[in-house]
């Protein structure tokens, strides 16, 4: 089994900036890419940044420019800087990692559990 822990959420002030982080752990063969979505109340879940395992990036427009996605793969940790905050980009965010648990079984995705990120004044 693979675990994903989201950490680092949180409330900030309109302007302000918090980083997320999500560890990968278990049964861990390759992490493939890795990514951030976010769901707000009331609204579909959607796709915020992914990163593949050899870092090239993808980011949704809303964030260009504000939000940076980075990975260490030594620790098998995906992290999302969020900076000039929005209360627009009020949503609890969730990690989603496609995994490899052995080199001969095809990649499974996984989700964390969430973490709150609350932008107000």
């Known amino acids: 089994q693979v675990q994903l822990v989201e950490s680092g959420g949180g409330l900030v002030q309109p302007g302000g900036s918090l980083r997320l982080s999500c560890a990968a752990s278990?049964?861990?063969?390759?992490?493939?890419?890795m990514g951030w979505y976010r769901q707000a109340p009331g609204k579909q879940r959607e796709l915020v940044a992914t990163?593949?395992?050899?870092?090239?990036?993808y980011y949704t427009d809303s964030v260009k420019g504000r939000f940076t996605i980075s990975r260490d793969n030594a620790k098998k940790t995906v992290y999302l800087q969020m900076n000039s905050l929005k209360p627009e980009d009020t949503a609890v965010y969730y990690c989603?990692?496609?995994?490899?648990?052995?080199?001969?079984?095809?990649?499974?995705?996984?989700w964390g559990q969430g973490t709150q990120v609350t932008v107000s004044s």
């Open positions: 989603n990692a496609a995994v490899q648990a052995a080199w001969t079984t095809p990649a499974r995705e996984y």
């Open positions: 278990g049964s861990i063969f390759r992490l493939n890419t």
């Open positions: 990163i593949t395992s050899v870092g090239s990036t």
